[in-house]
C-alpha cells in the first residue's frame, strides 16, 4: 500500500485587491508533487488556491471558504476589510468540502450571518426537500449560521452591486458560477482552473496566450474531472458558453483554483476555446474502465 506525499504548500498570501477595493483574493499556492484527481496526471508546477472576498458598502460576501492552509492570508485579509461591514454573509458555489471547510472559524470569528449555497441537488427530487433541512441542520448546529439554499438564476444585493446565480451544466454536483455585476467577474467554482505557474511566486492573476488556452490543453484538464463530457452530444454547453459571451460583459474569470484571467479579450478567447475542446470531446470516444479485461478473458 503506498501513502500519498504531504501536500506542498506556500502560505496563502494576506491578500491583494482584484478590482478597486471591492473585489479582493488571497491565493496559496499548492505544489503538484502528486497527481491531482482534478488536474491532469501530467501537470506540473505550482496551483493557485484562491479565496475571493466581496466589500460594497457595509456588505461583505465571501465566496467559498478556501481551504485550511490559506487560514492565516485569509484571516490577514479580512482583518483589514471586515470592520465596517454590517451584513456579512457567505456564498458556497458547491456543497464539497473544498468549498466549505474553513466555515466554522470564519462564522465565528467574523459573524457570518448566512450562508448561501447554490441550491438543491436535484430540483425534480423531492429528496432534495430533506437534503435542504438536514444541511440547515448542520450548518445551524454547527456554526449558527442561517442556512440559505439558493434557486438558479437568483439574484442578490452586495451593497450597491449584484451577485447572480447561474447554474452551470458544466459540472459534477450541485454547483454555480457566480457573476458581480460592478466589477464584471465571473467566478466558476471548479471549471476553467487549468492554468498553472512555473514557480510559487509567480503572478496568480495572468493574461494568458493564445497557447496556454488552447483546445488541448482545456481537454486535459475538463477529462481529469468532467470526464463524463466524452463522447455525448456538447451542444448544450457549447450554447450555454457562448450565451455568456452575449450577456452582461466579463472582464475577468475566478476559478476556486487555477489562476484568475484578467482581460474581456482573454476571457473571451478561453471561452471560445472550451466551445472547441467540448466539440472536440463529442467526436471522441469515453475509454473502457476494464481497459482490455473483456478482450482477454471474455464477457462475465
Not at 501536500?7 to 496563502?12: D, E, K, L
Not at 482552473?193 to 496566450?209: E, H, I, K, M
Not at 466524452?230 to 472582464?251: S, V
Request: net charge negative.
Amino acid at each position: 500500500m503506498s501513502i500519498a506525499p504531504p501536500v506542498t504548500a506556500t502560505p496563502s498570501s494576506p491578500g491583494t485587491a482584484l478590482w478597486g477595493e471591492t473585489l479582493f483574493g488571497a491565493p496559496c499556492m499548492v505544489k503538484l508533487d502528486a497527481p491531482l484527481s482534478f488536474q491532469p496526471k501530467t501537470a506540473t508546477g505550482w496551483m493557485p488556491f484562491n479565496f475571493y472576498a466581496l466589500r460594497d458598502g457595509d456588505d461583505l460576501m465571501l465566496i467559498d471558504t478556501g481551504v485550511t492552509v490559506q487560514e492565516p492570508g485569509i484571516r490577514a485579509l479580512l482583518e483589514r476589510i471586515v470592520p465596517g461591514a454590517t451584513r456579512r454573509r457567505l456564498l458556497a458555489t458547491r456543497r464539497e468540502p473544498d468549498t466549505t471547510m474553513n466555515l466554522p472559524w470564519l462564522v465565528a470569528d467574523y459573524g457570518i450571518s448566512a450562508v448561501h449555497t447554490a441550491g438543491d441537488l436535484n430540483p425534480l427530487d423531492f429528496f432534495a426537500q430533506m437534503e435542504d433541512a438536514a444541511a440547515a441542520a448542520q450548518i445551524h448546529a454547527l456554526t449558527k449560521a442561517d442556512f440559505c439554499p439558493m434557486p438558479a438564476d437568483a439574484v442578490m444585493d452586495v451593497g450597491s452591486s449584484t451577485v447572480a446565480l447561474h447554474r452551470t451544466t458544466l459540472r459534477v454536483l450541485s454547483a454555480a458560477w457566480v457573476y458581480h455585476d460592478a466589477s464584471r467577474t465571473l467566478f466558476t467554482s471548479d471549471f476553467f482552473g487549468f492554468l498553472l505557474c512555473d514557480s510559487p511566486d509567480a503572478p496568480t492573476v495572468v493574461t494568458p496566450t493564445a497557447d496556454q488556452i488552447s483546445p488541448e490543453r482545456q481537454k486535459a484538464f475538463i477529462c481529469a474531472k468532467f470526464d463524463w463530457l466524452i463522447g455525448i452530444d456538447t451542444t448544450p454547453m457549447i450554447a450555454e458558453l457562448k450565451a455568456l459571451m452575449d450577456g452582461p460583459p466579463i472582464d475577468r474569470i475566478c476559478p476556486e483554483f487555477g489562476c484568475v484571467i484578467e482581460g474581456a479579450e482573454a476571457v473571451r478567447m478561453v471561452i471560445e476555446s472550451c466551445c472547441v475542446a467540448l466539440e472536440e470531446l463529442s467526436r471522441e470516444t469515453f475509454p473502457n474502465a476494464l481497459g482490455d479485461f473483456i478482450d482477454r478473458f471474455g464477457p462475465f
